[in-house]
């Protein structure tokens, strides 16, 4: 018999993109492990001021 | 940010995956994690190291505009809130001289021998979210970067525009810090251009520039602004809208020309470009901002190399345009800029894709390894008793204790009446602080709580599940926002600043004595869905369902599934759509879980999220189903608008029209000699003011496989702006080399249809010749763009708006792409908006990751903040059920009459419902008519203390 898959998700990247995928993972049923090269998450759009075309606060 | 409270989520920095082995369900990942130097057990954020660090470092998250040190936060909403110290910048770490932060750690969370550590993880999938890379600066060099300091990237600028950023935003000059009058954007720095070796468009820029311009002149009303396109892309869905509105507000003046280099005359920049009249200029500027197209990210290459994963010719994922989130290597998936430049829109729709793609890879093993938190049993006893009130005010580090005076908030609330316990806290929301609250909270048999903090937007959350791990109820908790509200606001007033955190601290104490326990509701799911259309969207929606494990009912209103796709012949990519098609109609059929009905309408729905009701209406009679989710997936309509002789004249036709006429042997086409196609025909601001986002991706497509067909053809292709956004630029630039002929036309010059007895032609004017062509058109091919569907008819039907233009309105236009307002309801595909094929099918599995949540959870979890209808108040008059947004109060018959009750799943707290009855018969949950009073009599004191404050002075005087 083929080995029990496992129900952890690595996900590369904590970006938005990155993010957003953990926490539907995770609202989904999954553990993720959210991994970054950096010391915090958050990627380019922390950076950022606002966002077009609302003009909403990124973070 | 929400990832960093999730149970589920372990959050990893510092950290790289070097290798990776096993297969899809069963992957061992090693990942190398560098020392952090700070026990992320222990740090409380202080930030106290950086206070006394005394190394000086240039700050990169501020875009090496400022300082920081080497022992630092990177801003101060990060995620872990966890100190670290920089390894290259340490003294000690370098030069083992300096410890200063040690000795300055309360809690000793500073550990230099810090070890890098090995980890090996056990995944079922694996996701690439590596997002986009720094276009090199070599490339920003020739626009004068690095040599003339007010040329600035627009990253640069986005910083200096942040009220937290290096200037507390205030857009000046680096050179000599002051305020600049003219300013001017230039667009496609490093895409758009094969000389650095990005060819392709990277999508955003144009957006970012107009919003970047926008915030400029809000800081600075009397700048000047012009931005250098070569075409104005902004094809996102409302985006043509929102850049217009900006340029009119503004007065801003947007040229095509693609400036070449940048010089420094004297202290200004100066500018010179030709335009499309061929005439050339020379202007001059005090700034100039650089928009900076996005790279490929710098690891990918090592990375893809380490997993074996094929990258394009710019060193993004390679994938498919019917499988944009597989790379080869099955298992690992990829999504967000890494597959591709995108906006953070797009970007969220493929995080929810793969989390939908990696959900139907793993379904059998879903909740295995899930952690599911208790909680212990209230204790409703305690919580009946008289108000025990315990007030908590933080000082947010220096954030709040640095103007308001903190201790004397707290001796103040110890005064107010049903006060029992009072603290002044460091860090109210650092975990070893929580963990202190809940013992406070059981020590003292505290009953309610008052937080004199932050926003409860981002915070109370938290506070609440606190609450409930202390066994009391989430609803008990009331927060005063002192520190936007107090020490932001008032900075430079201290005492008034303290005055005002307390008159707010009082109130919040009046009402949290009102405050009552609320029942936390569940709701159960029907694990079912229902997707409404039959298109690509629909189909690889209910497919990613079906994956997932949930039954679907798949409804098509016609009798053939496929949509418009059935139409579409050719991809840019060389894949083919009818195979793409077929292979998604065969897989859907012959899924166990897939219901199918042909021919069919929805009629009636109703319910709401996790137990919908739907009528489904075909020839041989109707079937009533019942279903937890709703997927609209209704798809769009070509537009075919009476202009240029379509529908007259048979050599008239559309891009679809000639996807047909391009699978024939024979035909109009090879007759034809001389093609013409025109762009955004009836788009973008007649008779569809949107821009369809595909048509000029399309054209290109065609006029390419003409042109492979019959080399000999002339094709010229008519346009405003060429829109071949992403890597479609590389087929734009094709075209160019096969000898199509482009030529923009002006807004004000549109080309016109001339006809000489039977032939056809076109009446262009050439801005470049400076005259009017006459070109011959054998076949004039119309870009027409798409209408939506029928989607006025179930808006009304299940209370979802529409935008302006008809389309289903997002919850969030950035966040929360394919919710819908309703819960339980969600959008993809044309439904939503024009878009090409492989965005509507990274949609549809978005709206299927989305869907199959509350499937997954099997219940939905009400917020306790709803209204309450008190029927025997009630006339029945209706006008909450009319005025609630989300559908949320329904008229029910009591009796002889009609009362309003709410459904309470659906409701979303607004109160709109309370603010509108005449008889004062609705409640909300928490925002009681009695504590709302409370709290404003409490503020009363304060305009009693002003009133005399005055007749004192008067008095005085």
Not at chain 2, 76 to 100: F, G, M, N
Not at chain 2, 265 to 278: I, K, M, N, P, Q
Request: net charge neutral; hydrophobic share 40%.
């Amino acid at each position: 018999m083929a080995k029990k898959k496992s129900g952890k998700v690595l996900v590369l990247g904590g970006g938005i993109t990155g993010v957003q995928a953990a926490l539907d993972l995770a609202d989904l049923g999954y553990y993720v492990y959210l991994v970054d090269k950096k010391a915090s998450i958050g990627g380019v759009m922390a950076q950022l001021d606002k966002t077009f075309p609302t003009n909403d606060c990124s973070i | 940010m929400e990832a960093g409270r999730s149970p589920n989520i372990e959050i990893i920095t510092l950290a790289e995956l070097k290798e990776l082995s096993g297969k899809p369900g069963n992957f061992r990942a090693k990942l190398h994690i560098r020392p952090r130097y700070v026990d992320p057990l222990k740090c409380t954020s202080c930030g106290m190291c950086t206070t006394y660090c005394p190394k000086e470092v240039v700050d990169e998250y501020n875009e090496r505009l400022t300082f920081t040190k080497a022992a630092r936060i990177d801003y101060a909403q990060a995620v872990p809130t966890i100190y670290y110290l920089d390894e290259k910048e340490c003294l000690r770490l370098q030069h083992e001289s300096c410890q200063l932060c040690a000795n300055v750690c309360g809690p000793n969370a500073i550990v230099f021998d810090q070890q890098p550590e090995e980890r090996e993880l056990e995944v079922g999938a694996v996701v690439l979210a590596l997002g986009f890379g720094r276009v090199p600066e070599e490339v920003l060099e020739k626009y004068g970067y690095g040599k003339y300091p007010d040329v600035l990237t627009s990253l640069e600028l986005e910083r200096l525009t942040c009220a937290s950023g290096p200037t507390e935003g205030e857009v000046i000059r680096p050179s000599d810090f002051t305020h600049p009058r003219r300013i001017a954007f230039l667009q496609c720095v490093g895409s758009r251009d094969v000389t650095c070796g990005n060819g392709y468009c990277s999508s955003v820029c144009c957006m970012y520039a107009m919003k970047e311009a926008s915030v400029v002149k809000e800081h600075l009303p009397e700048a000047e602004i012009d931005l250098f396109f070569m075409d104005i892309r902004t094809q996102g869905k409302g985006f043509d809208e929102a850049f217009n509105r900006a340029v009119e507000k503004y007065g801003f003046r947007t040229i095509y020309a693609r400036v070449p280099r940048v010089d420094q005359v004297g202290r200004r920049l100066a500018l010179t470009y030709v335009t499309e009249d061929g005439k050339t200029h020379r202007d001059f500027y005090d700034m100039v901002v650089l928009s900076v197209g996005l790279d490929a990210p710098q690891d990918a290459e090592v990375l893809a190399e380490r997993l074996g994963i094929e990258l394009n010719h710019y060193g993004f994922a390679k994938t498919k345009v019917s499988t944009p989130l597989e790379t080869n290597v099955p298992g690992v998936f990829v999504a967000g800029a890494f597959q591709g430049p995108k906006d953070i829109p797009e970007s969220v729709v493929q995080a929810q894709a793969v989390a939908a793609r990696c959900s139907e890879l793993l379904a059998e093993v879903r909740g295995q390894d899930a952690i599911h938190k208790e909680f212990p049993p209230e204790d409703e006893e305690l919580e009946r008793l008289e108000p025990r009130i315990g007030v908590f005010v933080c000082h947010c580090g220096v954030n709040i204790a640095g103007v308001v005076n903190v201790k004397e908030v707290a001796r103040y609330a110890s005064t107010l009446p049903g006060v029992v316990y009072t603290e002044d806290v460091l860090y109210s929301c650092s975990q070893d602080t929580l963990n202190e609250l809940v013992k406070k909270i059981k020590e003292n048999r505290l009953n309610r709580v008052v937080i004199a903090a932050c926003s409860p937007r981002t915070h109370e959350p938290l506070f609440q599940e606190t609450l409930r791990e202390a066994g009391l109820n989430p609803a008990l908790i009331e927060m005063a926002n002192i520190r936007d509200q107090c020490a932001w606001v008032h900075a430079e007033d201290p005492e008034a600043a303290t005055q005002k955190a307390k008159d707010q601290v009082r109130m919040a104490v009046a009402k949290a004595a009102r405050l009552m326990p609320l029942e936390l509701q569940r709701v159960s799911v029907t694990p079912s869905a229902l997707v409404i259309g039959g298109g690509a969207a629909g189909l690889q929606a209910a497919l990613s369902i079906a994956n997932q494990g949930f039954e679907v009912y798949l409804v098509e209103k016609e009798e053939e599934l496929g949509g418009n796709l059935r139409r579409v012949t050719g991809l840019l990519s060389g894949e083919r759509p009818q195979k793409i098609l077929e292979d998604l109609i065969k897989q859907v059929e012959s899924h166990p879980k897939v219901k199918i009905y042909k021919g069919t309408t929805v009629e009636n729905i109703s319910g709401y999220v996790g137990n919908f009701t739907s009528t489904l209406r075909r020839e041989e009679g109707s079937e009533v189903i019942n279903h937890g989710v709703v997927i609209l997936a209704t798809g769009g309509k070509e537009h075919r608008p009476v202009l240029f002789g379509l529908g007259e004249n048979e050599r008239v036709l559309t891009q679809l029209d000639l996807e047909g006429e391009l699978e024939k042997k024979g035909g109009r086409l090879s007759r034809a000699k001389s093609i013409v196609m025109i762009q955004c025909v009836g788009s973008r601001g007649e008779d569809l003011k949107y821009c369809s986002k595909l048509c000029c991706q399309q054209a290109v497509k065609n006029a390419l496989r003409i042109k492979k067909k019959y080399p000999k053809k002339d094709i010229y292709i008519l346009f405003r702006d060429m829109r071949t956004y992403g890597f479609s630029e590389d087929a734009y630039r094709e075209a160019r080399k096969a000898g199509i002929i482009f030529i923009r036309y002006q807004v004000d010059r549109k080309p016109e249809l001339v006809k000489r007895g039977k032939s056809l032609g076109v009446k262009i004017y050439d801005a470049l010749l400076g005259e009017e062509l006459f070109i011959p058109a054998d076949l004039l091919v119309l870009s027409v763009g798409i209408t939506p569907g029928e989607n006025e008819e179930i808006s009304k039907v299940i209370k979802a708006p529409l935008t302006g233009d008809g389309f289903f309105l997002e919850a969030h236009v950035k966040l929360m792409p394919v919710e819908l307002p309703v819960e339980g309801v969600y959008v993809c595909g044309l439904a939503h908006g024009p878009k090409p094929l492989e965005e509507t099918l990274a949609q549809a599995r978005a709206a299927a990751a989305k869907a199959a949540i509350p499937l997954a959870k099997g219940y939905v979890e009400v917020a306790p903040i709803v209204s309450r209808v008190d029927q025997s108040k009630c006339i029945g008059c209706g006008i909450c059920a009319a005025l609630c947004p989300y559908g949320a109060i329904e008229m029910v018959k009591v009796g002889k009459r009609k009362k309003a009750q709410t459904i309470t799943a659906s409701c979303k707290g607004c109160g709109i419902c309370a603010s509108h009855c005449p008889v004062l018969a609705i409640s909300m949950g928490g925002f009681t008519d009695e504590a709302i009073l409370a709290q404003i009599e409490a503020f009363g004191a304060f305009v009693e203390r002003e009133a005399e404050e005055k007749t004192e002075k008067e008095e005085a005087a």
